[in-house]
């Protein structure tokens, strides 16, 4: 059976100066005061933990490391954003204490991201942050299109407008790609989230607790 593919809608230039386009503003809940490179190192592997076993976010991965989304390069951006309303006013004042901020990702994903040659793009009609190969990379083919292990339900969720500022550098670096990449018209989860069975589609969450004794967690 075929999947039908759209382009990728693009955000109008110059961005918002007054706050992210509808639909990728942070809901309201409640932040912890708590403020610290060790509190926010928790919060990320509290939340990209699947079966009890850090994974990335993208593949699936067992061995991870921790990366921002607004990168050491541009923490002086991290101020402005909050000035602009891209992110709350009680977001953390320095990034490398926001878990919103952070992600784990194995070393390849983690390069790749930092070298701009895919983004993550929030999808605020059905709630999922989805993989973009805007790069064309052949190795990331594969998870192009497909949503990722990250649910904007959790306390943790990272704050979809970084994801923007994000995007728009990985199309700086790559201007002659096609501006809008065909996306299927109903995106998928990366194959490891189905076939792990990482997502509980009963309860609408991802399975993070480690199984019990006798069973076996997914390799």
């Known amino acids: 059976m075929s999947t039908t593919m759209m382009p990728l809608s693009t955000f109008l230039l110059p ?18 005061t708590s403020s610290s490179t060790a509190a926010c190192i928790t919060g990320i592997d509290a939340r990209d933990k699947f079966f009890g076993r850090a994974r ?62 895919f983004f993550i793009r929030f999808f605020p009609d059905i709630r999922k942050f989805v993989f973009v190969n805007f790069s064309g990379d052949d190795n990331l083919q594969q998870f192009h299109g497909k949503a990722i292990a990250l649910d904007m339900k959790d306390h943790h969720a990272p704050f979809p407008s970084l994801f923007i500022i994000h995007e728009m550098r990985v199309r700086g670096y790559h201007p002659f790609q096609p501006i809008a990449p065909a996306m299927p018209d109903d995106i998928p989860w990366q194959d ?8 509980d589609n009963e309860t609408d969450t991802f399975n993070r607790d480690p199984l019990p004794d006798n069973g076996s967690v997914p390799p």
Not at 21 to 28: T, V
Not at 192 to 199: E, L
């Open 15 to 32: 961005l918002p100066p007054s706050g992210p386009p509808l639909g990728y503003d942070w809901e309201e809940r409640d932040m912890s």
């Open 56 to 117: 990335c976010i993208i593949c699936g991965e067992g061995r991870v490391a921790h990366c921002h989304i607004i990168m050491e390069r541009h923490k002086e951006l991290w101020r402005k954003l909050k000035t602009l309303n891209w992110i709350p006013r009680q977001a953390k004042s320095t990034f490398q204490h926001e878990p919103r901020d952070g992600l784990l990702m194995c070393c390849n994903h983690r390069r790749a991201f930092y070298n701009y040659d």
């Open 192 to 199: 490891w989230i189905s076939s792990d069975g990482v997502f």
